[in-house]
């Protein structure tokens, strides 16, 4: 038993000197959104999706750092509102399409991070909120906007 743990300590040392990529690319465009709507994306999806993410201290220490990283790369891969600009029209019509579902069903922001984040939650209101912003006839242009 006592080697089983000294084991496990040892792995678990060992780990910490995995490189891991917490990287925050330079932001030179943004997705335009009115002030409510943008403030909602910030609060609730840009730790994954943009390149402006907050690593907390935990993002730090293996192997939960494995995780968020991971979520962190493939989030961006999926959808990046720092890179909005890279996108063609039918593209960020699909995403669009996309953020309005995944909010609606209640999958994104995932329940893992509402659960350090607890502000990050989305009530109907804020739901509504995007799914006025995103709604085909919006006023609203949702182009990239240079920082
Ligand atoms: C903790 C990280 C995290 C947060 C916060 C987060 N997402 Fe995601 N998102 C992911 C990951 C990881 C994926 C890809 C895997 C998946 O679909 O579960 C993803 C996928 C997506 C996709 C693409 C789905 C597809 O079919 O490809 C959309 C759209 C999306 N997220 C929207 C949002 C929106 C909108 C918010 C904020 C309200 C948000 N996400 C918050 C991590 C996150």
């Known amino acids: 038993m006592k080697k089983l743990l000294g084991l496990l300590v040892i792995v678990l040392i060992g780990i910490q000197f995995i ?8 932001v030179t ?21 943009s390149n402006e993410t907050e690593w907390p201290w935990y993002s730090y220490i293996a192997p939960v750092s494995f995780m968020v990283a991971g979520d962190v790369e493939d989030g961006r891969k999926r959808l990046n509102f720092s890179e909005w600009d890279k996108y063609d029209g039918s593209k960020r019509q699909k995403l669009l399409e996309e953020i309005v579902e995944e909010v609606e069903k209640e999958e994104m ?20 909120l995007i799914k006025d912003w995103v709604k085909p006839g919006s006023s609203y242009e949702k182009s990239p906007r240079y920082k």
């Open 29 to 49: 465009w943004d997705i335009n959104a009115p002030e409510n709507v943008a403030s909602i994306l910030r609060t609730s999806c840009y730790d994954c999706h």
């Open 19 to 26: 490189p891991v990529e917490r990287t925050n690319p330079t």
């Open 109 to 128: 922001p995932l329940t893992m991070y509402t659960f350090t984040h607890p502000n990050a939650k989305l009530d109907p209101y804020r739901i509504n």
